[in-house]
């Protein structure tokens, strides 16, 4: 009912981005240091950034290599993020690449660089190197070095982030795609705090490679809200290797549909699982908006509701108080009426209608208001929204804000 399940033709399998043919990874992590590398030779690439007018070294050094639209090795580490470190930091970039480059015998142009951690300081690279060269000796093709590899980038993270599945395509053929990210905290559109390594084994051109990224972040990344802040280093990376000899583009130029809804499927996973892993979360929410004027409103209400403080603050303590969820939506700025909206809560197990159709039933004393809360006491909590003002919908999500946030965020950099 309330958990999203898979098109017939997704099949989710074990592991990450090794799960496909022709890819090795690894990574390595000492106290708040960590490295991760990508290795899928002569892959087609394409990427989203952030949209935070400051932005890191790596996220300008990238963005100018994978303009070619070819990229064979990802570097990714947590514990610095190289951001506002001037001209310093695109030349810990340009070290951070010759050293593997040297170690692998990959052209430089061809590998592309990430990080995330503390802004504002300089990368200690006496630090990094040795796990650059140890890293790049120990590459490997299995769910062990995948695992190595999300854990290494993981920085307020409590677990690793990992998805994969293969699809059957339109003409029967079947792809893979595998991914991996990081994010726990900073996280809010556009994207979210994050960065995120996706792999398929599918033919895509750069043009329709794009296409296929913009599509599944603007359902998934784009939706997931923690705290409302936006970090200066989010960055997602699509890499296509071919490996199945397999193209997803169609006769007529159109992106195959079932391709594009599983990768979609990848994306919201690990999109979910940032949510579910927020710094000091005890709480999942999802916000399904259904029959808003549009879908750009259903959007602004679906983030304008996972993103309240007060409603997040009321799922924490378990307090079924929907006036905040209502307060929400009239402020999102968007096409409703007070007399129509309906708004339910639910668990995995259970669900209940705490406004329909405009008529308010979760009073004191009802068996509305009794169901509600014993649903915010859930570890999922499911709101849904119907406005019935047009066909707009979205999902956004999220979690709850508890006194471990704080605490968290409060001894960040200490």
Not at 77 to 94: P, V
Not at 205 to 224: G, R, T, Y
Not at 278 to 299: P, R
């Given at each position: 009912?309330?958990?999203?399940?898979?098109?017939?033709?997704?099949?989710?399998?074990?592991?990450?981005?090794?799960?496909?043919?022709?890819?090795?990874?690894?990574?390595?992590?000492?106290?708040?240091?960590?490295?991760?590398?990508?290795?899928?030779?002569?892959?087609?690439?394409?990427?989203?950034?952030?949209?935070?007018?400051?932005?890191?070294?790596?996220?300008?050094?990238?963005?100018?290599?994978?303009?070619?639209?070819?990229?064979?090795?990802?570097?990714?580490?947590?514990?610095?993020?190289?951001?506002?470190?001037?001209?310093?930091?695109?030349?810990?970039?340009?070290?951070?690449?010759?050293?593997?480059?040297?170690?692998?015998?990959?052209?430089?142009?061809?590998?592309?660089?990430?990080?995330?951690?503390?802004?504002?300081?300089?990368?200690?690279?006496?630090?990094?190197?040795?796990?650059?060269?140890?890293?790049?000796?120990?590459?490997?093709?299995?769910?062990?070095?995948?695992?190595?590899?999300?854990?290494?980038?993981?920085?307020?993270?409590?677990?690793?982030?990992?998805?994969?599945?293969?699809?059957?395509?339109?003409?029967?053929?079947?792809?893979?795609?595998?991914?991996?990210?990081?994010?726990?905290?900073?996280?809010?559109?556009?994207?979210?705090?994050?960065?995120?390594?996706?792999?398929?084994?599918?033919?895509?051109?750069?043009?329709?490679?794009?296409?296929?990224?913009?599509?599944?972040?603007?359902?998934?990344?784009?939706?997931?809200?923690?705290?409302?802040?936006?970090?200066?280093?989010?960055?997602?990376?699509?890499?296509?290797?071919?490996?199945?000899?397999?193209?997803?583009?169609?006769?007529?130029?159109?992106?195959?549909?079932?391709?594009?809804?599983?990768?979609?499927?990848?994306?919201?996973?690990?999109?979910?699982?940032?949510?579910?892993?927020?710094?000091?979360?005890?709480?999942f929410l999802q916000v399904n908006v259904d029959s808003a004027k549009n879908e750009e409103e259903a959007i602004k209400v679906a983030k304008t509701v996972v993103s309240s403080s007060l409603v997040k603050s009321a799922m924490f303590g378990g307090d079924p108080n929907w006036g905040r969820i209502i307060a929400a939506v009239g402020y999102s700025n968007t096409t409703m009426d007070p007399d129509k909206?309906?708004?339910?809560?639910?668990?995995?197990?259970?669900?209940?209608?705490?406004?329909?159709?405009?008529?308010?039933?979760?009073?004191?004393?009802?068996?509305?208001?009794?169901?509600?809360?014993?649903?915010?006491?859930?570890?999922?909590?499911?709101?849904?929204?119907?406005?019935?003002?047009?066909?707009?919908?979205?999902?956004?999500?999220?979690?709850?804000?508890?006194?471990?946030?704080?605490?968290?965020?409060?001894?960040?950099?200490?």
């Amino acid at each position: 009912m309330t958990i999203n399940q898979f098109n017939k033709n997704i099949t989710k399998i074990n592991g990450g981005i090794c799960q496909i043919d022709g890819v090795k990874a690894n990574g390595f992590k000492k106290d708040k240091y960590g490295l991760s590398i990508i290795y899928a030779p002569n892959s087609t690439a394409t990427a989203v950034y952030t949209s935070n007018k400051i932005v890191a070294a790596p996220l300008n050094y990238t963005r100018e290599i994978i303009k070619d639209g070819k990229i064979s090795l990802i570097i990714a580490n947590s514990g610095n993020a190289n951001c506002f470190t001037g001209e310093q930091g695109i030349i810990d970039c340009e070290k951070t690449v010759k050293i593997a480059s040297e170690i692998l015998n990959i052209p430089e142009n061809e590998i592309a660089t990430a990080s995330t951690g503390v802004i504002g300081r300089k990368m200690p690279m006496d630090i990094f190197t040795p796990m650059i060269k140890k890293v790049s000796a120990e590459l490997e093709h299995s769910n062990e070095a995948s695992n190595n590899a999300a854990k290494a980038i993981m920085t307020t993270d409590t677990f690793p982030k990992e998805f994969a599945v293969e699809v059957t395509l339109e003409n029967g053929n079947k792809v893979h795609i595998g991914g991996m990210c990081k994010g726990s905290g900073m996280i809010a559109p556009n994207m979210a705090t994050m960065l995120c390594f996706l792999v398929t084994d599918a033919i895509i051109d750069k043009q329709h490679s794009q296409k296929v990224l913009n599509e599944a972040i603007k359902k998934s990344f784009n939706m997931v809200i923690v705290d409302g802040d936006e970090s200066t280093n989010d960055t997602a990376i699509l890499l296509a290797n071919g490996k199945s000899k397999s193209s997803i583009i169609k006769y007529d130029g159109t992106i195959d549909k079932n391709f594009q809804e599983a990768f979609n499927t990848v994306c919201i996973e690990l999109a979910k699982m940032m949510a579910r892993d927020g710094e000091g979360a005890t709480k999942f929410l999802q916000v399904n908006v259904d029959s808003a004027k549009n879908e750009e409103e259903a959007i602004k209400v679906a983030k304008t509701v996972v993103s309240s403080s007060l409603v997040k603050s009321a799922m924490f303590g378990g307090d079924p108080n929907w006036g905040r969820i209502i307060a929400a939506v009239g402020y999102s700025n968007t096409t409703m009426d007070p007399d129509k909206i309906t708004i339910s809560i639910a668990s995995d197990k259970d669900k209940v209608d705490l406004v329909r159709n405009g008529e308010i039933l979760a009073f004191e004393g009802t068996s509305y208001l009794d169901d509600a809360e014993k649903i915010v006491q859930a570890e999922n909590i499911y709101i849904f929204i119907e406005l019935y003002q047009g066909q707009g919908s979205a999902t956004s999500y999220g979690c709850d804000l508890t006194y471990d946030y704080v605490k968290i965020n409060a001894e960040y950099t200490t």
